[in-house]
């Protein structure tokens, strides 16, 4: 009688599908998973998202720049973006840009990151002519000169970003002139902002949630506001 023993293979782990990213850069193909695979820095805008359908995942890794992360595209709104698991740091300069900015997107997403400013005039997220943005489950935080009238700080700043959602963020912001969590700088409707924590402080003036003009239909419900 012939015995055959059947020897043991492990089963080798999955290659990530996606395009690996390990320098700074445009995302310029659409359709398309990117991740990171080390720690980025740049002394100008690092990543910058110009196509449809774009993920970005930086598996905790940190990008260190002037502008983090900055979804645009000059000739058309960019569609369907997400970024999620990253770490953002600002490099030190006089005036900050914001960390990562949403610019003429539609159904962008924000989701599970950390975004650390420490500048003149700071702010965490930029959300401009961006409708249906998901900003959920990351910490912002901001620190804008503390000096008296030295400088505003905000966690998030929107302009005509209807149908957003931000959902349990934790947010925290210091500033000299004034700290504002989420500000609307107007025309925005019909935002949910839902299970955050917002942490503001100021010399002159603080807001948790600060609504524009022209803004309405927000649904605030289950915020913690200190």
């Keep these: 009688t012939l015995t055959f023993t059947t020897p043991h293979f492990k089963k080798a782990k999955p290659a990530k599908s996606g395009t690996s990213v390990s320098a700074c850069r445009d995302l310029n193909i659409g359709y398309r998973n990117y991740y990171l695979t080390k720690s980025l820095t740049s002394g100008g ?3 910058t998202i110009s196509a449809h359908n774009v993920t970005l995942d930086c598996q905790g ?33 006089q005036f900050a840009s914001p960390a990562i900015t949403f610019y003429n997107t539609n159904k962008g997403q924000l989701i599970n990151s950390r975004i650390l400013v420490t500048q003149y005039g700071a702010v965490g997220v930029e959300a401009r002519m961006s409708p249906s943005l998901l900003i959920e489950n990351n910490t912002i935080n901001v620190t804008s000169s503390t000096a008296a009238g030295a400088g505003y700080g905000f966690g998030i700043e929107m302009y005509r970003a ?39 402080s100021g010399l002159i003036s603080v807001s948790g949630i600060s609504l524009g003009s022209k803004s309405s239909g927000y649904n605030i419900t289950g915020n913690n506001i200190t």
């Design 45 to 47: 805008t690092c990543i």
């Design 61 to 93: 890794y940190t990008i260190t720049a002037n502008k983090n992360i900055l979804v645009k595209n000059r000739y058309q709104a960019v569609k369907n973006p997400i970024v999620k698991n990253c770490t953002t740091v600002q490099r030190q300069q």
């Design 162 to 200: 209807p149908s957003a959602k931000i959902l349990k963020n934790t947010i925290n912001v210091s500033a000299g002139k004034g700290g504002y969590g989420i500000y609307d700088s107007g025309m925005t409707s019909n935002v949910t902002i839902e299970n955050n924590t917002i942490i503001v």
